[in-house]
């Protein structure tokens, strides 16, 4: 059953489960091999575009001073990949609708 405020991967399962007719572990497979491609292509420096969700991208990020807000200490901010997530037009206006 769904958990308050979250969307888990059981969640998911349980509702390609219902709409789908597959079962319960053929579901939960399903699930964790599509997480699991979404993954991979990440780790291999592929950006990852679901149509009428959003794509996921990778940046790299440059050295930088960066200042300890309390002290005012400058520090140096090591290179880093992050991943970023950009939602779709679609995504952005169903989620203004609800």
Do not use: Y
């Not at 888990?8 to 789908?20: G, I, P, Q």
């Not at 964790?32 to 979404?38: D, N, Q, R, Y």
């Amino acid at each position: 059953m769904r958990s308050v405020g979250t969307l888990t991967r059981a969640d998911l399962a349980e509702t390609v489960n219902r709409k789908m007719g597959f079962s319960r572990s053929e579901s939960l497979d399903l699930v964790e091999a599509v997480l699991g491609h979404v993954c991979e292509a990440l780790r291999k420096g592929e950006n990852v575009k679901i149509s009428g969700f959003g794509s996921f991208v990778l940046r790299d990020k440059k050295e930088r001073i960066g200042r300890n807000p309390k002290t005012g200490v400058e520090v140096p901010i090591t290179p880093r990949r992050v991943l970023t997530f950009r939602a779709s037009q679609l995504l952005k206006d169903r989620i203004a609708r609800a």
